[in-house]
């Protein structure tokens, strides 16, 4: 079984791959009611609330008779606004991390196969600091930290990284916005399933 937990889902643009794969399930979690008439599946939580968001995962874990053979992912997007260069109103020194760190706790306390916190460029610094490490990966506009097998975009002209995409209500504009492209799902997706049948193959030799 491999399950791919989608925190701060926004559109699922990240999870869009794996929920497209009979191989995968996903547990998408965001706290903004109005997503959810957008996609199918999502969870409607404060990833703030650490313990309740963990305490939904593990019951839907346990659902999926999930086990330590299995593989678990876990991808956080926390809201990427205040850290924009795009913001007029952007103050490094007033960011508040309180939803990345209570990502970070999940992906810890989760003890998952892979994980990956997304953000924009004007991120890095705070990110890179509160994390620990530098950016694994920088793709376009994105970068990721995490720990996860190197994503590979088959073709540059598939990737349109939707940042300035205005159309849509007010609500959604930010969310079309900052939409992680379907290449980079479906790469990371790959580079994933690469890694799992290497694993396999490696215990059957």
Not at 6 to 12: A, I, K, V
């Amino acid at each position: 079984m491999k399950v791919f937990v989608d925190l701060c889902t926004s559109l699922g643009g990240a999870s869009k791959a794996f929920d497209e794969s009979p191989d995968w399930v996903t547990i998408k979690i965001d706290n903004a009611e109005y997503l959810l008439d957008h996609h199918q599946g999502m969870i409607l939580q404060d990833i703030t609330d650490v313990e309740g968001t963990l305490a939904i995962i593990e019951r839907r874990l346990a659902e999926l008779n999930f086990s330590h053979d299995d593989t678990l992912v876990v991808w956080a997007s926390p809201p990427c606004q205040q850290f924009s260069y795009a913001n007029a109103n952007r103050y490094p020194e007033n960011f508040d991390m309180t939803i990345l760190d209570s990502c970070q706790e999940i992906i810890h306390r989760l003890d998952c196969n892979y994980w990956i916190i997304e953000n924009v460029a004007g991120a890095e610094e705070a990110f890179t600091e509160e994390i620990g490490k530098r950016p694994t990966q920088t793709i376009g506009s994105i970068l990721m930290w995490g720990e996860f097998p190197p994503i590979a975009i088959r073709s540059r002209d598939s990737f349109k990284h939707r940042k300035m995409e205005s159309k849509g209500s007010r609500l959604l504009r930010p969310h079309m916005r900052s939409l992680i492209p379907e290449v980079v799902s479906q790469g990371l997706r790959d580079a994933i399933d690469h890694q799992k049948k290497l694993s396999d193959y490696c215990l059957l030799d």
